[in-house]
T-cell receptor
């Protein structure tokens, strides 16, 4: 699986967009970009995934560069409840039993 | 919404005790997983199951066993708890190839 690099922490003002970057320069053609987050003392929560096109759902948007070597997760209007550790994961389609490997992630602090 | 529940949020056990951690999902998912999460080590897969009565070892199965007698329930068993099994235990389930849904976790302390 491709290795990912994320900043260790970021701050964001409440109500503003939070843009979380992820570098994955060794990504291969059949690997997807997944984003999960983990709020303190809770289990990880799936946010979004993409292959090469930009994706949007009710939680966030995922922007993947044309060369696929980096991506950005966008939370359009961050709230205090979005304070969490955000994990960018690059791997192939999850066939049965394939595990998720979480790196250190980015601690996002949303401040009022 | 998918719901994955775990039997306890916090558990304290003594060394040598047999410990059962239960996980139940309500979305008819085929795949279920047990992970443990430790500071600095991230999430590590202990066991997974892709069908009733089927199980596969993950990366760190030693000291653990699992049971899946019904599709909705996946149990993790610590045969003889040790202090190095003090950890946060996370159960997850999945039916698709893209996302796993996690339970709230059980923080186990072995003294």
């Amino acid at each position: 699986d491709a290795k990912t690099t994320q900043p260790p922490s970021m701050d964001c003002a409440e109500g503003r967009a939070a843009n979380l970057p992820c570098n994955h320069s060794t990504i291969s053609g059949n690997e997807y970009v997944y984003w999960y987050r983990q709020i303190h003392s809770q289990g990880p929560q799936y946010i979004i995934h993409g292959l090469k096109n930009n994706e949007t759902n009710e939680m966030a948007s995922l922007i993947i560069t044309e060369d696929r070597k980096s991506s950005t997760l966008i939370l359009p209007h961050a709230t205090l409840r979005d304070t969490a550790v955000y994990y960018c994961i690059v791997r192939t389609r999850l066939e049965y039993g394939n595990k998720l490997v979480f790196g250190a992630g980015t601690i996002l602090r949303v401040k009022s | 919404d998918v719901k994955v529940t775990q039997s306890s949020r916090y558990l304290v056990k003594r060394t040598g005790e047999k410990v059962f951690l239960e996980c139940v999902q309500d979305m008819d998912h085929e795949n279920m997983f047990w992970y443990r999460q430790d500071p600095g080590l991230g999430l590590r897969l202990i066991y997974f199951s892709y069908d009733v009565k089927m199980k596969e070892k993950g990366d760190i199965p030693e000291g653990y066993s699992v049971s899946r007698e019904k599709k909705e329930r996946f149990s993790l068993i610590l045969e003889s708890a040790s202090t190095n099994q003090t950890s946060m235990y996370l159960c997850a389930s999945s039916s698709s190839s893209y996302e796993q849904y996690f339970g709230p976790g059980t923080r186990l302390t072995v003294t």
